[in-house]
């Protein structure tokens, strides 16, 4: 009768039953006896680095020197990440929005199409010297890196 009365309690009130945690059980292991190897030497050899041609050594200076036509319009101050901002202060002259810029620091050169600039979170079409403007960049860019036009 009382085992009744539970069951209809169970079923009023949505009460499931209480499963017990059986204890987890443990394999027995079986421990080898380490084998030991011996060990092998290898006989030494010496490495001689190869030394750059002077031509090379010439081209790989000549890589980060820029274009001379182009003018340094101003510094990258910070970059966002996630959105793919820079924050660029103009240092002279004027950025148009379609304006080809090139960006270049010690590990970044790249060309890229000014596409939306912005100024106080509002869209600009025309930056000019002194001015602080957020820059949307197509790769990573590093603070202190120049803005070329």
């Given at each position: 009768?009382?085992?009744?009365?539970?069951?209809?309690?169970?079923?009023?009130?949505?009460?499931?039953?209480?499963?017990?945690?059986?204890?987890?059980?443990?394999?027995?292991?079986?421990?080898?006896?380490?084998?030991?190897?011996?060990?092998?030497?290898?006989?030494?050899?010496?490495?001689?680095?190869?030394?750059?041609?002077?031509a090379?050594?010439?081209?790989?200076k000549?890589?980060?020197v820029?274009?001379?036509?182009?003018?340094?319009?101003?510094?990258?101050?910070?970059?966002?990440?996630?959105?793919?901002?820079?924050?660029?202060?103009?240092?002279?002259?004027?950025?148009?929005?379609?304006?080809?810029?090139?960006?270049?620091?010690?590990?970044?050169?790249?060309?890229?199409?000014?596409?939306?600039?912005?100024?106080?979170?509002?869209?600009?079409?025309?930056?000019?010297?002194?001015?602080?403007?957020?820059?949307?960049?197509?790769?990573?860019?590093?603070?202190?890196?120049?803005?070329?036009?």
């Amino acid at each position: 009768m009382f085992r009744k009365i539970v069951d209809v309690l169970k079923e009023v009130f949505w009460i499931k039953p209480s499963r017990k945690k059986s204890k987890p059980t443990r394999r027995k292991t079986v421990k080898k006896s380490p084998v030991k190897k011996k060990a092998v030497k290898k006989p030494k050899t010496k490495v001689i680095p190869k030394a750059k041609p002077a031509a090379v050594a010439k081209a790989s200076k000549k890589a980060s020197v820029i274009d001379p036509s182009l003018a340094q319009v101003g510094v990258i101050t910070h970059y966002f990440d996630r959105i793919k901002v820079s924050v660029v202060k103009l240092t002279q002259g004027t950025i148009l929005i379609g304006d080809k810029l090139t960006i270049q620091g010690e590990k970044t050169k790249f060309v890229q199409k000014v596409w939306s600039m912005q100024i106080e979170s509002e869209d600009v079409k025309v930056a000019k010297k002194g001015q602080i403007i957020g820059l949307k960049v197509d790769k990573i860019v590093v603070v202190g890196d120049k803005v070329y036009k």
